[in-house]
C-alpha cells in the first residue's frame, strides 16, 4: 500500500506551490509520486469544483455545498486515490477530508457528526497517513490569494476568498484544533518565509518520515 499526504491551509498560505515543491522532491529521491487536488481531481469532480468555487454561486446553502463536497470526493477517492495507493504510490493532494472540517464544520456551522458520516461514506476507509498543515495569518493569506485572482486567467473562483474576514479566521481555529487533536498525523508549518526556505522544511521532516517506514 502507498503514502497518503494531504495539505492543508487557509486560502493564499502557500499550500498549492510547497506541494508541487515536495513532489518534485519526492521524485528526486526516487520515490513515485501522484499529484491531486480537492475539490477535483478527476473529470467528474472537476465539473462539482466549478460549481463549488464559482462566486457566481454565492446563494448556495451550507447543506449543499457540503453534499457537493462530499460527491467530488466520492469520485476522486474511487478513480485517483484509491489506486494510486493500491499502485504503492505517495499520494499528495492539495486539500481533503480536514478542509471540510474546518470550512463547513468550524466556518459554516454545520454540525461534526453529519461531516464525519459524509467523510466516511465518501473516502471508504481511505484517510491521511500525513498532512501538512500550512499555518498563516488570515488577513495577509486573503491578500495573496485576492492578488493570485486578479492575475490568473481562466474562471474566477473565488466564491471563499469574498467571505468575511470572520470566517477565514474561524477555519484557520478550526484547523488549529484539528492539528492539536492529532499531533502525530499533523506536521504544522509557519507560512512565513521564502519559498525555499518553507519548502526545506517541509521536505526534510516527510523525508525523515518516509525513509523511517521504508
Known sequence: MGF???FEGIEGCGKTTQIRNLSGRLNEAGFRTVLTREPGGCPIADQIRSILLDA????????????LYAAARAQHVAEVIRPALESDAIVLCDRFTDA????????????????DAL??????????????????????GLARAKSRIET????REERFELETLAFHQRVREGYLGLAAGEPGRFLTVSASGTIDEISDRIASQVLERLNAIC
Do not use: K, W
Open 56 to 67: 457566481d454561486n454565492q446563494g448556495m446553502v451550507p447543506l449543499t455545498e457540503l453534499l
Open 4 to 6: 497518503f499526504i494531504t
Open 152 to 155: 490568473a486567467s481562466g474562471p
Open 100 to 115: 471540510t472540517v474546518a470550512y463547513q464544520h468550524s466556518g459554516r456551522g454545520i454540525d461534526r457528526p453529519t461531516i
Open 119 to 140: 467523510n466516511s461514506l465518501a473516502c471508504q476507509s481511505v484517510r491521511p497517513d500525513l498532512t501538512v498543515l500550512m499555518d498563516c495569518d488570515v488577513a495577509i
